[in-house]
């Protein structure tokens, strides 16, 4: 069973509930004339009802019936959408001698019973006389309009839920896209178990008064699989409105569309409300859907000598995703539309030329010190430029990658502060791309992610592909097929030694491959934003990494609202660990994939398309734990006088010690992910020895089931003077191990083991490794101390569990104890 994740991670509690529609009944007032038999007519109906599927309730919410009436009689529709029965569809369909009308409707079981008797009813029983103008009015059969309007009743199949024109209807059982109209209540019970049927469902959602619309990729035999077991589908219908629809608009058009978004939008009131800050090209005011998101104050330069317009127009279109994500399904929908991030512009590249490459890191510093002026805020710097003047650096760090590294960790900067800093991965070059697959041009090792995304500190991201539409008769097709890398996004050529990178991956569209190379762009394979021209353009296409890291900017400064307490690297833990590969990813993988599986996943996708639900929220069976703490990690030896490792930090967590030995043997999944900003050490001799280019590093540990505490701090102690960390970690079930843990200055793995083990499995240690600090001569200095955050994820899937009662009565002692010995 999936539950709702609407808890805090014993944070703060967010009240907001789902807003339920039902579809309303469509009646009709014309009475059906009088079938010639009443009882063969009641026969033939009952006998239908007969044919229909069983429906145990166990196994299926209920089935889809095509319901038609008699030729030229009109449909009791009120009937049709109560006690049991959903209408879902209505059309009118032309037949020998007439016309017909043709409901789909979803039924029951106790709306199949009701409906049988109602067809009983009308066979065997009249209802009373009544009087009328003083004469008596014999009794007509009793549910007669409803009965006598209906000819036939069937079992639907998927064409009885198309929405779409019957042309578009797929017609092989291939895997194709579709788009899944749902009843908002029932959404996420489908989302979650869709992907059991091998339907694949997209992130995009539409929502309506009555509807919520998500595309999904399936072939036939996999939807109607999932239909027929999971219900809560409305309709069907063939994904139609793209960003080539808006943007193909004329201007007059374009400017109506816009004036009717705005309309329906609210920007945040919050006084403290998160910022985008664009290190781009600037960014246009003159949008109406910008201008209320960016003050006037808010628009910088890294040269002062540089205007503040976006000439060039990237800027603006990052703009507009990280205040609306992609504009296509906000336009085509009608409901309400909330901001609540706002925009700082930060001029980081001249109108015309380019910043010499030797000064780039200068430059973003000066970026970086222009909006800082404004004062302290909680600021998500978004950077979607890159270069590949330092191609090949094989992961090693850059002077700009240095310099980013030192921002985000506050040793650089005119104010020394951490910083949360994203970065796009790069661009491929489409004109590189020949036949054969398309992955194994990105693959290729000159196609590595461009600097300065292989800094540690920050969040990398690439692009992923669920923009797989053409248009009919369109002579080319989608180049990646849904759910996987967008040909755009660069990937890592190396798989050790540093960081895993991209860290994520979002959308950033397709491109479209036609019989001769190379793939191009094409519109409806692109996401829509603002346009810097307005009121001449109001829509224009972007795509690529600089649109997915435009999207996770949203999305970090969203998730860092919710919780706006934490530090920068707690909220980059916490959004990278939400993220998973999709099911095309892992398809990618072998059935009983071992550790060296997946590291072309790692370098494609890093942790895969981010959960926004799964990093907000906790459910009643899969918790979040969030600790920030701090840790001196090397000191001098009392002893030796040298330099040694100072400490580690033990923490006996808080555990569902109760819930987790009720689920016995059933599996449960431990998730944790360990965040802490590096110093960088960018000195010549440091390339390729990952352990002195950071000032630290950082490992944890968790202790075996049946491992007492005593046992598990000796393992550790050992374990704290060996740089790579204990060697036999292999045997503790982590699914992505040592090589791709110990990277970098994010570690994230998971294990899958029993939860009467997991019961056993409490106590935790964060522990250091070598870093550059570990030198005598900088500790007789003084002992420096480091932030570290860990996030720690319990999640029992699809068991029914009450993981996060448990906790929360043991948070709650435990701040009550801290709370009495600070007394």
Not at 367 to 376: F, L, R
Not at 723 to 744: F, T
């Amino acid at each position: 069973m999936t539950m709702a994740r609407d808890l805090p991670h014993f944070i703060l509690r967010h009240l907001g509930q789902p807003r339920p529609f039902q579809a309303k009944g469509r009646g009709g007032s014309k009475r059906p004339s009088d079938v010639p038999n009443r009882a063969a007519h009641a026969q033939a109906l009952l006998q239908a009802i007969d044919a229909l599927p069983d429906i145990p309730a166990a196994e299926l919410p209920g089935v889809y019936l095509e319901v038609r009436s008699r030729v030229d009689e009109r449909l009791k529709k009120d009937s049709l959408d109560a006690s049991g029965l959903m209408l879902l569809r209505i059309e009118d369909a032309p037949v020998p001698g007439g016309a017909e009308e043709r409901a789909t409707v979803f039924a029951t079981a106790k709306g199949i019973e009701k409906l049988r008797k109602k067809v009983e009813q009308f066979r065997t029983e009249d209802t009373p006389d009544r009087e009328k103008d003083g004469e008596i009015v014999p009794g007509r059969p009793k549910n007669a309009d409803l009965v006598q309007s209906v000819a036939a009743i069937t079992g639907a199949g998927l064409r009885a839920l198309w929405r779409s024109p019957p042309g578009k209807f797929p017609g092989a059982d291939v895997a194709t896209v579709w788009e899944v109209w749902l009843e908002p209540q029932m959404t996420e019970a489908f989302v979650a178990a869709a992907p059991n049927y091998g339907v694949t469902v997209g992130a995009d959602r539409l929502e309506f008064p009555e509807d919520t619309v998500v595309v999904v990729q399936a072939d036939r035999n996999q939807l109607a699989q999932a239909v027929r077991r999971l219900g809560g589908v409305r309709a069907l219908a063939a994904p139609t409105i793209t960003a080539d629809f808006f943007d193909g608009l004329p201007v007059a058009e374009q400017a109506q569309w816009v004036n009717e978004l705005a309309g329906r939008t609210t920007y945040t009131d919050n006084p403290d409300p998160g910022y985008v800050a664009l290190l781009d090209t600037g960014v246009s005011r003159a949008h109406p859907l910008i201008q209320p998101a960016l003050s006037v104050d808010d628009r910088h330069a890294a040269n002062p000598a540089w205007g503040l317009e976006d000439v060039k127009g990237h800027g603006t279109q990052m703009g507009g995703l990280a205040l609306f994500g992609d504009l296509t399904p906000k336009l085509h929908q009608a409901n309400p539309v909330s901001v609540v991030n706002r925009l700082e512009s930060v001029k980081l590249l001249p109108d015309a030329g380019m910043n010499p490459h030797h000064l780039l890191g200068t430059v973003t510093r000066q970026a970086i010190n222009a909006v800082e002026q404004v004062g302290p805020r909680r600021r998500t710097f978004t950077m979607t430029t890159t270069t590949g003047e330092d191609t090949p650096h094989d992961g090693a760090p850059t002077s700009w990658s240095t310099e980013v590294d030192q921002l985000a960790a506050g040793v650089s900067g005119e104010v020394k502060q951490q910083r949360l800093v994203l970065v796009s991965a790069g661009n491929t070059d489409n004109f590189t791309f020949g036949a054969g697959n398309y992955l194994d041009r990105c693959d290729h090792e000159d196609n590595e992610i461009e600097s300065p995304a292989q800094a540690w500190n920050v969040v990398s991201v690439g692009a992923f592909t669920e923009k797989t539409v053409l248009p009919n008769g369109e002579p080319a097709q989608a180049l990646a097929p849904f759910g996987d890398l967008s040909p755009a996004s660069r990937t890592a050529s190396w798989s050790s030694h540093w960081p895993n990178k991209p860290d994520v991956v979002l959308e950033g569209g397709n491109w479209a491959l036609s019989a001769m190379p190379p793939p191009m762009r094409h519109g409806w394979l692109s996401l829509l934003s603002t346009h810097h021209n307005y009121p001449v353009r109001s829509f224009t296409f972007t795509f690529d990494t600089s649109a997915a890291t435009a999207l996770a900017a949203k999305d970090v400064t969203e998730l860092w609202s919710d919780y706006p307490t934490l530090w920068p690297e707690t909220v980059r833990g916490l959004y990278v660990s939400s993220a998973r590969w999709t099911q095309q990813m892992r398809a990618h993988l072998p059935a009983q994939p071992n550790k060296g599986h997946y590291t072309p996943l790692f370098q494609r996708y890093g942790y895969g398309v981010p959960d926004m639900a799964r990093a907000r929220r906790s459910a009643s069976n899969a918790l979040t734990l969030i600790v920030e703490d701090t840790i001196t990690p090397y000191g001098i030896s009392e002893k030796t006088g040298g330099d040694v490792h100072n400490e580690m930090k033990l923490f006996a967590l808080p555990w569902p010690v109760e819930a987790l030995r009720a689920l016995g043997n059933g599996d449960v999944t431990l998730r944790v992910a360990l965040s802490s900003f590096i110093a960088p050490n960018p000195s010549e001799a440091s390339r390729g020895v990952r352990y002195r280019y950071a000032s630290h590093n950082l490992r944890f540990q968790l202790n075996r089931a049946g491992e007492n505490e005593a046992q598990f701090l000796a393992r550790i102690s050992k374990a704290a003077e060996q740089p790579d960390g204990p060697a036999n970690d292999e045997d503790d079930l982590w699914d992505y191990g040592s090589n791709r843990r110990h990277v970098g200055s994010l570690h994230i793995d998971q294990l899958t083991c029993k939860a009467s083990d997991l019961a056993r499995r409490n106590l935790l240690a964060v522990h250091p490794v070598t870093g550059w600090w570990k030198s005598k001569k900088l500790l007789d200095e003084g002992l420096p101390s480091v932030r570290y955050a860990l996030i720690v994820e319990i999640d029992a899937g699809e068991l029914e569990a009450e993981l996060y009662a448990e906790v929360q009565v043991a948070v709650e002692a435990l701040i009550a104890a801290q709370a009495a010995i600070a007394v």
